[in-house]
Nanobody, 123 residues
């Protein structure tokens, strides 16, 4: 059973930067980043392929967030630049099942989830 653990969350000032990490217990193919703010549905932010190419789904973070990965270390990252208070949420990484190589923005497309890491952006 693949396990994912997020880290790197915390309190950050608007306009600063923060890098989230997702550590996987084994090799992975497609990893997605999601977030969920209180009272809102879980939102797909980005997806990254095994080869390193990525897709940013959320218009609200385009140009500010980037996804990357280090396959040798089974780590995936979400670099948050110029965060805004509305980026405050619990951030999750998730893996698609098996050898699926297609990205997806829906939480239903992902089988394995981390426990989440809280990001709070102060104004």
């Amino acid at each position: 059973q693949l396990q994912l653990v997020e880290s790197g969350g915390g309190l950050v000032q608007a306009g600063g930067s923060l890098r989230l990490s997702c550590a996987a217990s084994g090799s992975t193919f497609v990893i997605g980043w999601f977030r969920q703010a209180p009272g809102k549905e879980r939102e797909g932010i980005a997806c990254i392929f095994k080869e390193g190419g990525s897709v940013i789904y959320a218009d609200s973070v385009k140009g500010r967030f980037t996804a990357s990965r280090d396959n040798a270390k089974n780590l995936v990252y979400l670099q948050m630049s110029s965060p805004k208070p509305e980026d405050t949420a619990v951030y999750y990484c998730a893996a698609r099942p098996g050898r699926v190589t297609v990205c997806g923005s829906s939480p239903r497309q992902y089988n394995y989830w981390g426990q989440g890491t809280q990001v709070t952006v102060s104004s």
